[in-house]
């Protein structure tokens, strides 16, 4: 009884919070975050639509396997984490395109970077929690160049993403429709990978391979919960991200917790909450016209 009621007073040490976000590498971390949390929430809504949701769980396992051989080598584990995504991305994108044969061509990727990447971590016995920090996240190691690389390729990503939205948009809604019209489904679906790879690579440093899926599909699917508008959805799926990544590394500060814990129980939290207002929303709908 005693040690659960020591471990919840750590999590409510407000003070110690508070003198923590005071430290360089909190403020680059939450700096980091912030720029992950835009990413994924403007990319969330089309990752939901465009059904990609494994997809980003393969890309992850291959940003990890850039990440360890990238700490292995002793280079930069947020320039790993980005080519390995990138690769992943283009892999899926290039060999996925017919819809009947996505999930083997995930699953193949997904389960050769795992066993890859266990690899290059067995070949570097030293730096154990380093390892640790690539499958659930980490906020110490962010420094000012790897804030530089997060801020530079969230804004290629959504540079990118703000030229090929509209046709992309189309095609994620109504691909027939979007083909007949001329819309370059078999470019933009590789480049859209691309992006989302780029996406999962940024969040290897916050949340981590394995739960990375919390910044780039729970958003996106507790907006769809709530409205069915494009531009919406973006914006509060974006505020989701936000919420839930920027909320988990404050909450993780006092306790010295994992952050990928406080982001998925916050992202979920967000989920459960937008599937309520949902659910009352039809309800209301569906009476309407009894009523009438």
Known sequence: MNTLLDALSRFFDFELTGNLLGYPFVQQALLAAAALGLVSGALAPLVVARKMSFAVHGTAELAFTGAAAALLFGASVGAGALGGAVVA?????????????????IGAILSFGLGLGVLLLWMNPERTSNKFSLLIGQIVGVDSADVALLGGSAAVVLVVLAVVYRPLLFASVDPD?????GVPARLLTPLFAV????????????????????????????????????????????????????????????????????????????????????????????RAPAAA
């Open 89 to 105: 991305a283009l892999l899926l994108g290039f060999l996925g395109q017919r819809g009947g044969e996505r999930d083997s061509v």
């Open 177 to 181: 429709v979007a083909a007949a019209r």
């Open 195 to 286: 992006l989302v790879g780029v996406a999962t690579a940024l969040g290897v440093y916050t949340v981590g391979a394995l739960l990375v899926l919390a910044l780039m599909v729970t958003p996106g699917a507790a907006a769809a919960r709530v409205t069915a508008s494009p531009l919406l959805s973006t914006v509060l799926a974006v505020v989701f991200a936000e919420v839930a990544v920027l909320g988990g590394i404050v909450l993780s500060l006092a306790p010295g917790a994992p952050v990928s814990a406080f982001v998925t129980i916050l992202s979920f939290a967000i989920y459960l909450v937008c599937r309520a207002v949902g659910n009352v929303r039809l309800r209301r709908v569906s």
